[in-house]
Structures are given as C-alpha cells and as structure tokens.
C-alpha cells in the first residue's frame, strides 16, 4: 500500500519531506489551514521520489487560470508528480473567512475542472482557448501569457468530497477522490462507494478511471487529547454529520455545533467517547493503526492519506508503512 502524509508549512518542507521519504512514505500533501497549499510543495519538489498533492486547495475563491499556472508550475518543477487536489469547503468558511460567493458548490466545481481541462489543453496541444460556462468563460490566451506544453503533461485533478452529491460529480469528472478524513469504514463502504459507482456509471466510466484515495485520521500512542479536540471541530460542522448518523450518533453534531459558538473549543473534545474516537480515528500503537488503516480501505484502494493533528514521528509512520507493506 502507497502512503501519504501531511507536510505542515514551508520553512522545514523539504528537510522533512526527505525524512518522510526515508521513513517509507509515498508522498506529501498539505491543506489549507492555517498555512498556503502550494508554497511547502514547492520546496518539497526538490526531494526526488515523492508524489506531491495539494489536499486540498479551497477551489471557489480561485480562478481556473490562477490555479491552472499554480500546477502547472508545480507539475514541471516535480517532474510530473504533482496532484492537483480542490475542495469546495463550507459555506460559512467561504462567505465568512474568504469572503466570496457559495452558490451552487457541485456544479462550480464541476465546470472549474472543466475549465482547468481546457486551459491546460490550450497550453499543451495549441488549441483556441474556447471555454464558456455558467460560472467560468475563458476565451484569451495571447502567446505572452502562455507557458507551452508542460513536458509532463497536465496534472490530473483530484476533488475531496463527503457527501453523496459531490461523490457522484467526482466519479463523473475527476482523475481522482479525495475521500474526507472524518470518516469510518461504515461510510465509505455504505454511502461514499455507491456513490462513486453511480458517478462512474452516468459518465460511462470504468472503476479504473478514478483512483480513490481515502484519508483517514491518525493517532499514535496514547494520549488522544488532539484528535478528540479535532473529531469534535469536525463533528460540529452540519456537512459532516452524515458521518455521526451513519452510526446513529446524530444528535452528536447540533450539541457540538452549539458549543462551538460558545467558544467552548476545550469542553467540545470530552463528548468525543472511546467509541467515537477509534470508530473515525485510527489510534494506538503503530500496528494498530496500521489494521485500522488496512481494514477501512480494503477492497477499495492500495493509497491512503494519514491524516495528523500534527507533524507524526518520523519511527511510527516508519513502523505503520512497514505494516502496510
């Protein structure tokens, strides 16, 4: 099984992606959180053998030609082993923190791949830029302003999603999913793969052309005091409670949500119980993550992403690649 794991900003990404590297992982990704996405995999681009993900770039407030040079960049510089992952985020993050529109999430990010698709296909092939949609219209691309075909051609495009609706629009147009990593193998296998199965179907595509990638969240050794602080800012979300119901802990996410917006950041984690905490989480000695990791992806993927609180030491992800192995 191919691993991946989170790369947290830029000042040390390519020494640690080098000790990631030798630990046995398969490549690095970052996510927009309180860091930039693409800054730490430009650094991180110069450590030979790693694949290189952004997991995920928040899509809506970005135009397709901005994020189509982002990647592209990115893509040269690595010698063909960047992923470009996007994700819709939630509405109040988008209206709020980004200060941009929220409407219509799916089909924006439909049409932005599609968007993406055509640049890059003007840049490598030399067609007419012609892409005119409901959200998106790019018609110019003079020669200044055009990079030439990438030697490695365009980065395939890989989307994170959660619900059934963005599931389906993933396995319909992208090269790839980005399974969220508040989930359990309940989930995937019950709601989140059926829907890929329906996405693929109503494009007449086969299963072989969507890699999915589930992300899964990881906690090594014993205390878990961060991951239930995590579980719980997830589980206050209302995107996210499908998750809870699918185990019929629903009522967990409006108590959750309704202490969140009483500041309440530190009481939230004490109703993130044992149950909760090893059904979505995979916790424990590094062989034990390792099951956990090799019981909810199988059958479905041999490429996981190990989602952290934090940075994981550098001899457990060792000891959980050498258990996947």
Known sequence: MKVMTALFGPTDAAERAALLREAGAAGVFTFEGPREVFTPLVLASTVEGLDLMTNVAIALPRNPIQLAHQANDLQEISQGRFILGLGTQIRAQIEKRYGTEFDHPVARIKEMVGALRAIFATWNTGERLDFRGEYFRHTLMTPTFNPGPNPFGPPP?????????????????????????????????????????????????????????????????????????????????????????????????????????????????????????????????????????????????????????????VEALAEIVDALV
Not at 182 to 190: C, D, M, Y
Not at 244 to 267: C, F, I, T, V, Y
């Open 157 to 313: 495009i890989y989307l994170g999603a959660l619900g059934p609706l963005m599931t389906r629009a993933t396995a319909e147009v992208a090269d790839g999913l980005l399974v969220m990593p508040f989930g359990s193998t309940r989930f995937l296998h019950e709601v989140t793969m059926p829907a890929v199965r329906e996405g693929l179907a109503s494009a007449g595509r086969g299963a072989d052309e969507l890699a999915v990638v589930p992300e899964i969240i990881v906690s090594v050794g014993e205390d878990h005091a961060s991951t239930r602080m995590l579980l719980a800012f997830y589980g206050s979300t209302p995107a996210y409670r499908p998750v809870l119901d699918a185990h019929g802990w629903g009522d967990l996410q409006p108590e959750l949500n309704a202490m969140s917006k009483q500041g309440r950041w530190q009481e939230m984690s004490t109703l993130i119980d044992d149950e909760v905490l090893h059904t979505i989480a995979a916790c424990g000695t590094p062989a034990e993550v390792a099951a956990h990791v090799r019981d909810r992806v199988k059958g479905v993927s041999d490429r996981v992403c190990l989602y952290q609180p934090g940075p994981i030491a």
